[in-house]
């Protein structure tokens, strides 16, 4: 009988794990089960680029030419809804039971539910895959107000593409500062400045008490008792792991399934990756990271060396408001032994050092000036022997020289 590895979930994870397992092995059978009526797309784009045409080829993590090519059967429109890790089998809503090789787990997670009253009134959106962006969209109307519930990245790119389609947005969010877990305290008030510049009203240190309207909102309560007036609420406040397909299985959990480094859950044979995967106690989240461990899942799945994923230094790019920054590493000065800070010509950055090392940098120079910063957190380039007092450029020309070829 010829191997089958059979992939659940139809994200980044899974592409990069069906890929990593092809280049491993030119022979075997391998197939993606996604509940989704569409072949892989990248998520990102959802807020990114809402107002775009999200059903077109430019969304799709690799075209279907591709998945052709290598020989990878893409089941859409399919829920896996049985593991029996003892038969090595699953089995589909329709009936189909597959028997694997290996068995991967890409369900990835579901944005996390606004426990508040009025969560469930029409016209209270989030946006986690292809068709909330389209009811989304659909419902719209001109002239209409909207609450964005969440300051994080994906809250504000979601505010911007609503602001540039011309409705009034405000943004509310719980924590002191906007993208409090990528930014400094001084880079979150000019981010704030710049969305109130625009037009976007901002409310911080405020949450959501209840949503009111009788059947479709009309408008939302914070916890100082204060109302907001709006016709729609989009909300971004987390994921929560989709771990409903393992709960009577013996694959261990805890936030999400729990893997190892080599990405293997306490069952044999069954390894999980994405959104899905906890390790170390922690459900990473990241684009990137779900990349690389679809990667190494899919490569120890298929190959007789075992490769070990490492945590990726988190990295974000964000293009928002006419604003083009990156945020890499840790930024929080209260973890950091120093930083030092630079606004020149309007571009504000700052680096975070810890034992003589640069473990974080914040800059408004946008994505190509990031390499250097990047390069310098991976590699826990050294900072001995350089005056801290100097200017920040000149501190990192002499940091680029220490850095790998």
């Given at each position: 009988?010829?191997?089958?590895?059979?992939?659940?979930?139809?994200?980044?994870?899974?592409?990069?794990?069906?890929?990593?397992?092809?280049?491993?092995?030119?022979?075997?059978?391998?197939?993606?089960?996604?509940?989704?009526?569409?072949?892989?797309?990248?998520?990102?784009?959802?807020?990114?680029?809402?107002?775009?045409?999200?059903?077109?080829?430019?969304?799709?993590?690799?075209?279907?030419?591709?998945?052709?090519?290598?020989?990878?059967?893409?089941?859409?429109?399919?829920?896996?809804?049985?593991?029996?890790?003892?038969?090595?089998?699953?089995?589909?809503?329709?009936?189909?039971?597959?028997?694997?090789?290996?068995?991967?787990?890409?369900?990835?997670?579901?944005?996390?539910?606004?426990?508040?009253?009025?969560?469930?009134?029409?016209?209270?959106?989030?946006?986690?895959?292809?068709?909330?962006?389209?009811?989304?969209?659909?419902?719209?109307?001109?002239?209409?107000?909207?609450?964005?519930?969440?300051?994080?990245?994906?809250?504000?790119?979601?505010?911007?593409?609503?602001?540039?389609?011309?409705?009034?947005?405000?943004?509310?969010?719980?924590?002191?500062?906007?993208?409090?877990?990528?930014?400094?305290?001084?880079?979150?008030?000019?981010?704030?400045?710049?969305?109130?510049?625009?037009?976007?009203?901002?409310i911080l240190h405020s949450g959501v008490t209840s949503i009111t309207g009788e059947e479709a909102v009309t408008g939302v309560t914070l916890d100082d008792e204060t109302t907001v007036a709006c016709d729609h609420v989009?909300?971004?406040?987390?994921?929560?792991?989709?771990?409903?397909?393992?709960?009577?299985?013996?694959?261990?959990?805890?936030?999400?399934?729990?893997?190892?480094?080599?990405?293997?859950?306490?069952?044999?044979?069954?390894?999980?990756?994405?959104?899905?995967?906890?390790?170390?106690?922690?459900?990473?989240?990241?684009?990137?990271?779900?990349?690389?461990?679809?990667?190494?899942?899919?490569?120890?799945?298929?190959?007789?060396?075992?490769?070990?994923?490492?945590?990726?230094?988190?990295?974000?790019?964000?293009?928002?408001?006419?604003?083009?920054?990156?945020?890499?590493?840790?930024?929080?000065?209260?973890?950091?032994?120093?930083?030092?800070?630079?606004?020149?010509?309007?571009?504000?950055?700052?680096?975070?050092?810890?034992?003589?090392?640069?473990?974080?940098?914040?800059?408004?120079?946008?994505?190509?000036?990031?390499?250097?910063?990047?390069?310098?957190?991976?590699?826990?380039?050294?900072?001995?022997?350089?005056?801290?007092?100097?200017?920040?450029?000149?501190?990192?020309?002499?940091?680029?020289?220490?850095?790998?070829?």
């Amino acid at each position: 009988m010829s191997k089958h590895y059979v992939i659940v979930g139809s994200g980044v994870a899974a592409v990069h794990a069906a890929k990593a397992i092809r280049d491993q092995d030119p022979d075997t059978e391998i197939s993606i089960f996604g509940e989704e009526a569409h072949l892989p797309y990248n998520r990102i784009k959802l807020t990114k680029g809402l107002f775009t045409d999200l059903h077109s080829d430019k969304v799709l993590i690799k075209k279907e030419k591709w998945y052709k090519d290598n020989r990878i059967t893409v089941h859409t429109s399919t829920r896996v809804t049985h593991i029996n890790t003892d038969r090595r089998q699953v089995e589909t809503a329709d009936g189909r039971q597959i028997v694997y090789h290996k068995l991967l787990l890409c369900m990835g997670a579901r944005n996390r539910a606004l426990p508040v009253e009025g969560a469930g009134l029409k016209n209270v959106h989030t946006l986690r895959d292809l068709q909330d962006a389209d009811r989304l969209k659909a419902s719209l109307e001109s002239g209409n107000r909207i609450v964005v519930i969440g300051g994080g990245v994906q809250g504000l790119e979601t505010a911007w593409a609503l602001h540039e389609a011309g409705y009034e947005v405000t943004v509310v969010e719980a924590a002191p500062r906007l993208m409090i877990r990528q930014l400094d305290e001084t880079s979150s008030q000019m981010l704030k400045e710049t969305l109130e510049q625009a037009g976007v009203k901002v409310i911080l240190h405020s949450g959501v008490t209840s949503i009111t309207g009788e059947e479709a909102v009309t408008g939302v309560t914070l916890d100082d008792e204060t109302t907001v007036a709006c016709d729609h609420v989009v909300y971004s406040i987390g994921i929560v792991p989709n771990t409903t397909l393992v709960k009577d299985t013996p694959i261990d959990t805890r936030s999400g399934i729990i893997v190892n480094s080599n990405m293997q859950t306490s069952a044999p044979h069954v390894y999980a990756a994405g959104d899905i995967a906890e390790m170390n106690g922690q459900v990473e989240g990241l684009w990137g990271g779900a990349m690389e461990q679809g990667r190494v899942a899919g490569n120890n799945m298929a190959a007789s060396e075992p490769a070990a994923y490492r945590k990726a230094v988190p990295v974000t790019y964000f293009n928002a408001f006419g604003i083009s920054l990156f945020s890499i590493g840790m930024t929080d000065e209260s973890q950091c032994d120093l930083s030092v800070s630079v606004q020149e010509n309007g571009i504000y950055t700052q680096i975070f050092v810890k034992d003589h090392t640069i473990i974080g940098a914040v800059s408004w120079e946008g994505a190509a000036a990031s390499l250097v910063y990047k390069s310098a957190v991976e590699t826990g380039c050294s900072l001995e022997g350089i005056d801290l007092s100097r200017s920040l450029s000149a501190i990192m020309s002499e940091v680029q020289t220490r850095l790998p070829n």
